[in-house]
């Protein structure tokens, strides 16, 4: 065998050894490498649209008495919050406590102006019967944040037989606090007439 035979034989088992020891280093590489991730799941996006804020959960309108206009989650309702420092309006009484106005209680509210050293600002509400009601505010501003709560939870317009709904106008809001001073000024000549006797006037026992 001549030595350019004998070369080439040696070559062809060098190159054959070669691709082995390619082969194997890269078939289980592949057989593992680890799966292309799996797509992630849509997410359905949410409408926050109609979802109650912080911001409008947190917001509170404050009395000249301190009360407060505090809503509730649920927006069909307005708690009314005494002071922390509020007393009855008897000696004893107590600490008044805490009101709720649910949808319905009022057909109406309004802002108006009051008498400068008693009540600046006013939100008068009228009740399902046309009873009249009114808080006090020292500023416009509150005045108006407690009519937003309210008329947003509590006011309900009122329907006349066949449904329609029927309009509140200035003129049932007059008529109203003119029925409510009336019942103030009776209810106060009552008490005056019942006051007990001065004890001078008694006539002796005996």
Do not use: C, K, N
């Amino acid at each position: 065998m001549t030595q350019s035979a004998l070369a080439a034989i040696i070559l062809v088992a060098v190159v054959a050894v070669f691709g082995g020891l390619l082969r194997r280093m890269s078939g289980p590489s592949a057989a593992q490498a680890p799966p292309p991730p799996a797509p992630e799941p849509e997410v359905e996006e949410i409408d926050l649209a109609d979802e109650p804020s912080d911001e409008d959960d947190a917001t509170v309108a404050l009395t000249s008495d301190g009360w407060a206009f505090v809503p509730v989650a649920d927006r069909d309702r307005i708690r009314l919050v005494p002071p922390r420092d509020a007393e009855g309006a008897t000696p004893g009484a107590g600490r008044p406590t805490a009101e709720t106005l649910g949808r319905g209680d009022l057909i109406a509210a309004r802002v108006t102006r009051g008498a400068p050293d008693h009540d600046p600002w006013r939100l008068e509400g009228l009740g399902r019967d046309h009873e009249y009601r009114a808080w006090r505010f020292e500023t416009e501003e509150a005045a108006r944040a407690a009519q937003v709560l309210v008329e947003r939870s509590v006011v309900r317009a009122p329907h006349d037989a066949d449904g329609e709904t029927l309009t509140v106008t200035e003129v049932d809001f007059d008529r109203a606090r003119r029925r409510e001073e009336e019942i103030e000024a009776e209810l106060a000549t009552m008490a005056e007439d019942a006051a007990p006797e001065d004890e001078t006037r008694r006539e002796p026992i005996g």
